[in-house]
C-alpha cells in the first residue's frame, strides 16, 4: 500500500499528507498511513523515517547506510521511552505507599 509509493534515499521522503493524498485519504486521518507503515515494516518492507525539517517523511533506503542510521535511531528512540516508563513507573509505585 505505503511501500510502493515511496521514493529512495532520505532526501526523497514523501510526508505523511503527500502519501494521504495519493491515497485518497482524508489528511486528519494520518494515522491510517501511520499504521500501514509499521504492518509494512514488519512484514519485511524497509520503510525508514525522517523528521528532519530538510526532508520530513517516509522514504525507501537508498543503500545499508541509511537504513543502519534509521535503525539506530529507532534503538536510541526506544532506550528513551523506556528510561521515561522508568521514572514514571517509580512515580507511581511511590503514589501507593
Given at each position: 500500500?505505503v511501500?510502493?509509493?515511496?521514493?529512495?534515499?532520505?532526501e526523497?521522503?514523501?510526508?505523511?499528507k503527500?502519501?494521504?493524498q495519493?491515497?485518497?485519504?482524508?489528511?486528519?486521518?494520518?494515522?491510517?498511513?501511520?499504521?500501514?507503515v509499521?504492518?509494512?515494516?514488519?512484514?519485511?518492507k524497509?520503510?525508514?523515517?525522517?523528521?528532519?525539517?530538510?526532508?520530513?517523511?517516509?522514504?525507501?533506503?537508498?543503500?545499508?547506510?541509511?537504513?543502519?542510521?534509521?535503525?539506530?535511531?529507532?534503538?536510541?528512540?526506544?532506550?528513551?521511552?523506556?528510561?521515561?516508563?522508568?521514572a514514571?513507573?517509580?512515580?507511581?509505585?511511590e503514589?501507593?505507599?
Amino acid at each position: 500500500m505505503v511501500f510502493e509509493l515511496l521514493s529512495t534515499g532520505a532526501e526523497n521522503a514523501r510526508t505523511a499528507k503527500e502519501l494521504c493524498q495519493a491515497l485518497g485519504i482524508d489528511e486528519k486521518d494520518w494515522r491510517i498511513v501511520s499504521k500501514a507503515v509499521e504492518r509494512e515494516r514488519r512484514e519485511g518492507k524497509p520503510i525508514c523515517a525522517s523528521s528532519s525539517s530538510d526532508f520530513p517523511g517516509y522514504y525507501k533506503p537508498a543503500n545499508r547506510e541509511e537504513l543502519t542510521r534509521y535503525i539506530d535511531r529507532l534503538h536510541k528512540r526506544a532506550g528513551e521511552i523506556y528510561k521515561t516508563r522508568r521514572a514514571l513507573q517509580k512515580v507511581l509505585e511511590e503514589m501507593e505507599v
